[in-house]
């Protein structure tokens, strides 16, 4: 038999991290009203990874019984990271009245390096246990290096001006120049101007300590990925394949994400603050890889070659529902809500995997789309979805024809089947076609964007005593159930047991078949709302006085206070999705857009949250 610890206990992999983290800074005041700052950031870290599997161990699952070991192997990998940040500040400083001022001018250099290494095996070692790369044959090494080295240098100038503490004004204007941008287009110039007024430091208003009216102005890049400038020829067996690889785009530019943002900040009743945000963002020049033509000799470049719009609502609320010398009680609601929307597309819609039947790319960025649409095969739900040619016949439901719309029926899970199958064999969902062209129509079936995202914290504390408690999820927004069209593929979804009906109202196996194979996308009997609240933090602390710490002698004497916390967290998941979890995230990304999980969601292969449990003890010399 297959004894599952036996891999386990012959494969030997390892993998061995370091890491090196320094900061280093310094400042020198030539006057009262001027200073310099230096500061020196270092990271350095290595992987070295190691696979071995003898020649000797056996293959239970090979297929030749006459060499059963054959699956023996080598696997080296070394990777060094290193990142490297000098800056230099010079601020000045002066007040004239009312009218204070300040003046930064910073210089930012920045220099990152990536070195990996990599060798292995396509066949065989040549003599037991001898894990050294030279124990394989000259033709069975398959080797694999990449060196990456960006660089890149920032100057800012930065100007803040406070008028009686009431006029709030703040400039700043970045260059930035990195080699990763094309060699065209090495430099960019970003700006942000804001301001704020303290209105009720000129209007008295009742019940109110504190009302400020802000607004601001800016733009900002986002850096192009390492290879995205040059020329990329793949070599097979030595010799490039016409079309097949990725031009170079010298003109290439980072994108440019402009912002406004307004808002207000309101302190009253002496125990609440609330704050609201509005923010519009136009980000152009997305750098996307476009197909190119054939004729061109290249399958794709990178372009800038789009522009999102997104508009976003956030809003906060905080109070101290209780303040006495003993008992505390501090609450904490946030809210914000999101939209965006592809505006502009120099190139074909394409769309995004999300993993699992087919490794569909169900996600589609078009222009006019929102970010997060999921578009997917239909099943008829319907019969007013239903079309008939010039006989009356039906005409757009999958593998159907001569049959009047009158001879379908909704079934117990709400598609259309033909009348008089239900719970038999012959059950069947149908998708719908095209009645021209006979292809299955696909549209958008779900948006994985969330109506609104909250957080909900809460702390209490008597004495010494202090529990804390933060809730936070969503409403809305939907989940490609991908794990759940897989199974009910393989004949192992839940869906599938049909145990808990009575004889007579049970479906075959054959249904559920046709229901999960849908093409390389799902239908929107895998959509499912991703709804949810999560308990994800309680703290329960005891906080130690000095007097109580001297009493543990001359011990407690070395310390000033402590704490002692016990913590959970992500505790439970309140939810009516039927995954493990509801945050999930889709794979792939490839073409350049991030892959955010409040944008692109897809359950394939997803590992809940771990919940965790931790005892904490801080103590303060």
Do not use: C
Not at 482 to 495: G, L, T
Not at 606 to 616: G, L, W
Request: hydrophobic share 35%.
């Amino acid at each position: 038999s297959n004894n599952p610890l036996y891999r386990t206990y012959n494969d030997k992999n390892t993998e061995e991290r370091d890491r090196i983290l320094g900061n280093f800074s310094g400042r020198y005041d030539i006057a009262s009203w001027w200073k310099v700052d230096g500061q020196l950031s270092y990271d350095r870290s290595t992987r070295n990874r190691n696979r071995f599997l003898d020649k000797k161990f056996l293959n239970i699952n090979n297929s030749s019984p006459a060499n059963p070991y054959n699956n023996s192997l080598i696997f080296k990998e070394n990777v060094l990271n290193t990142a490297k940040v000098y800056s230099l500040t010079s601020t000045f400083s002066k007040s004239v009245g009312k009218l204070g001022s300040s003046l930064s001018l910073r210089y930012q250099a920045e220099d990152y390096g990536y070195e990996e290494l990599e060798v292995s095996s396509v066949s065989n070692i040549v003599v037991d246990g001898i894990d050294q790369t030279k124990n394989l044959p000259t033709d069975a090494i398959r080797s694999f290096s990449m060196t990456e080295i960006f660089r890149a240098e920032n100057l800012f100038a930065n100007l803040r001006l406070d008028y009686d503490s009431k006029y709030i004004f703040d400039g700043l204007v970045r260059r930035d120049e990195s080699s990763l941008f094309g060699a065209n287009n090495r430099g960019r110039t970003f700006y942000r101007i804001s301001g704020a007024y303290r209105l009720t430091e000129d209007i008295v208003i009742p019940g109110v300590q504190e009302m400020k009216l802000r607004a601001s102005l800016g733009t900002s890049g986002q850096r192009p990925p390492f290879s995205a400038q040059y020329e990329r020829v793949p070599l097979i067996n030595g010799s490039y394949e016409l079309g097949t690889g990725t031009k170079g785009n010298p003109d290439l530019k980072p994108s440019t994400i402009r912002e406004f943002e307004t808002g207000i900040n309101i302190d009253f009743l002496k125990r609440f603050a609330f704050e609201f945000t509005y923010a519009h963002t136009d980000a152009d020049d997305q750098i996307l890889l476009v197909p190119l033509s054939a004729t061109t000799g290249y399958a794709n470049q990178w372009q800038n070659a789009g522009s999102i719009e997104s508009k976003t609502f956030e809003w906060s609320l905080t109070s101290k529902l209780i303040n006495n010398q003993k008992l505390k009680w501090d609450l904490g609601i946030v809210g914000s809500r999101t939209r965006s929307i592809v505006t502009r597309l120099n190139r074909s819609e394409f769309g995004y995997e999300g993993g699992g039947v087919g490794s569909g790319s169900f996600f589609r960025i078009k222009e006019g789309e929102t970010i997060g649409a999921i578009y997917g095969g239909v099943m008829a739900s319907k019969l007013s979805e239903l079309t008939v040619d010039e006989n009356g016949f039906v005409n757009n439901l999958e593998s159907i024809s001569g049959r009047p719309v009158t001879d379908f029926v909704i079934n117990r899970d709400g598609f259309v089947i033909l009348n008089g199958t239900e719970f038999t064999a012959a059950e069947r969902p149908y998708n719908l076609v095209d009645p021209t062209s006979g292809g299955r129509v696909e549209r958008k079936i779900g948006d994985s964007t969330p109506d609104f995202i909250f957080g909900i914290n809460s702390t209490i504390s008597y004495s010494n005593v202090s529990l804390f408690v933060l809730v936070d999820g969503q409403v809305g927004g939907d989940i490609a159930n991908v794990n759940k069209q897989n199974m009910m593929f393989n004949d192992i979804a839940h869906e599938v047991d049909q145990s808990r009906y009575p004889e007579g109202q049970r479906k075959h196996s054959e249904y559920f078949s046709v229901l999960s194979n849908s093409g390389a996308a799902p239908n929107q009997f895998f959509i499912e709302d991703g709804t949810f609240a999560t308990l994800r933090e309680v703290s329960l602390s005891y906080s130690f006085s000095r007097e109580q710490l001297t009493k543990l002698g001359k011990v407690g004497n070395l310390f000033t206070n402590a704490r002692l916390s016990l913590v959970g967290r992500n505790l439970v998941t309140f939810t009516k999705y039927s995954g493990w979890t509801p945050e999930v995230a889709a794979t792939g990304g490839g073409d350049g857009v991030n892959f955010n999980p409040f944008n692109f969601r897809a359950d394939f292969g997803a590992v809940p949250i771990f919940r965790t449990y931790a005892v904490s003890l801080q103590v303060r010399f």
